[in-house]
């Protein structure tokens, strides 16, 4: 009776075990081994790392379109404006705020102070900034490149971006 049943079992066993490898998940007959992956509804926007370490810069006030952390500091707010840079507003009268500059900073999600130099991330890099007393330049002190995951590598319908050394995804454009 037992060498029945180990027999019984280790026949089940053979077949469950073919049944999970011989199954590709795909009823085409393109191969043993494709899949059609869905393809993603937009195309990533590359730019070359030479031109990404130049586009950091001190821009005239812009409106707040998507706002993302808020950072103090004394009495300025830095507003994220989501990847794309901080909006920085004098809130010594908080009944009437002034929009002063905006940093921008592709792919930047977040920001650190520590004394005069502001710490931000720059997509893949992080970067160490000084802005001027009248908010009319800035100067990067230190950039420590590939220090993070690209967070613009991710479409916005959640397909991963495919490319090459030294690009950087730095947007995504819908397909037509």
Not at 22 to 33: E, M, Q
Not at 53 to 70: A, F, H, M, Y
Request: charged fraction near 20%; aromatic fraction near 10%.
């Amino acid at each position: 009776m037992k060498q029945k049943l180990f027999k019984l079992f280790t026949f089940s066993i053979s077949l469950i075990l073919m049944g999970c490898f011989g199954y590709n998940g795909n009823d085409d007959d393109d191969g043993p081994n494709t899949i059609d992956w869905p393809q993603s509804a937009y195309s990533p926007v590359f730019m070359d790392r030479e031109e990404f370490e130049t586009t950091t810069e001190l821009l005239p006030p812009q409106t707040i379109v998507n706002s993302g952390k808020i950072y103090v500091k004394d009495a300025l707010l830095f507003i994220n404006e989501v990847h794309e840079g901080f909006h920085i507003i004098n809130n010594a009268n908080p009944e009437n705020p002034q929009n002063i500059a905006f940093l921008k900073v592709i792919g930047s999600s977040d920001i650190s102070i520590k004394n005069n130099s502001l710490y931000v991330d720059n997509a893949v890099d992080l970067i160490a900034l000084r802005i001027n007393d009248t908010y009319d330049s800035v100067e990067i002190t230190k950039r420590i490149t590939d220090i993070f995951p690209n967070p613009l590598a991710i479409s916005p319908d959640g397909h991963q971006a495919a490319y090459s050394e030294g690009l950087i995804v730095v947007d995504w454009e819908l397909n037509e």
